[in-house]
């Protein structure tokens, strides 16, 4: 990833808040069958190793299971969207603007660990279920199910636990601008009906180091 210092997100505490904010990754792995990518969650556990591990699961059936990758990289992407010209002072000023993309992005480089055992799995598809379920006017719960059939799903699908050896995080947003441009880039977003948390993220006014 093309990282330049003005772009680089080198706080853990921010890559994490990005990582949890918006846990839904694309799992990529090398190995001697070629490059394969998987979509699914991954929810961080930030308490083990230096830089965490992340747990997730996939379909047992998943040729993933078969051959393990030498080489894992899970893609975190947070919000992104396209500017236009039209929002910088400088285009009223003198014209010499273009468009870009504004973007945050964590890739997270390690090893996977595969995991079949049962009560893993279940306390995982639990805690997985907890976190997607806690702004539900009722959450539902795996206790809401018959348990063989909670067993019966957990018996099709295998657990991952990806320990994260480096990251690298990217936060594209108009930080190396001055204090007027980001002012009306995130005006632009207000104006276009944007959250003010995903505003200030894109227009560098805020972000993931102050975990707005």
Not at 145 to 162: H, K, L, N, S, T
Not at 172 to 184: F, G, I, N, S
Not at 193 to 200: K, M, P, S, Y
């Amino acid at each position: 990833m093309y990282l330049p210092r003005h772009f680089q997100m080198e706080s853990l505490e921010a890559q994490h808040a990005l990582m949890r904010r918006y846990p839904f990754a694309t799992l990529v792995t090398v190995s001697s069958a070629g490059i394969d990518a998987n979509p699914l969650p991954l929810l961080l556990n930030a308490c083990r190793g230096e830089h965490g591990v992340l747990e997730g699961h996939v379909a047992r059936a998943n040729p993933l299971c078969q051959q393990p990758p030498d080489h894992a990289m899970a893609l975190f992407h947070g919000p992104d969207s396209y500017i236009t010209p039209n929002w910088y002072p400088a285009k009223r000023e003198h014209g010499r603007v273009v468009p870009t993309w504004h973007y945050l992005s964590i890739q997270a480089h390690g090893t996977l660990r595969f995991i079949e055992d049962t009560d893993w799995l279940r306390s995982h598809v639990a805690e997985l279920t907890d976190r997607f379920e806690s702004d539900q006017t009722a959450p539902w719960s795996i206790d809401d199910a018959p348990a063989a059939y909670i067993d019966g799903m957990c018996r099709a699908i295998v657990g991952i636990e990806f320990h994260i050896e480096r990251l690298a995080g990217k936060h594209k947003a108009a930080q190396h601008k001055d204090d007027a441009t980001r002012q009306a880039v995130h005006e632009g977003f207000m104006t276009a009906g944007w959250d003010e948390g995903r505003a200030g993220w894109l227009s560098g006014q805020t972000g993931p180091e102050r975990n707005d």
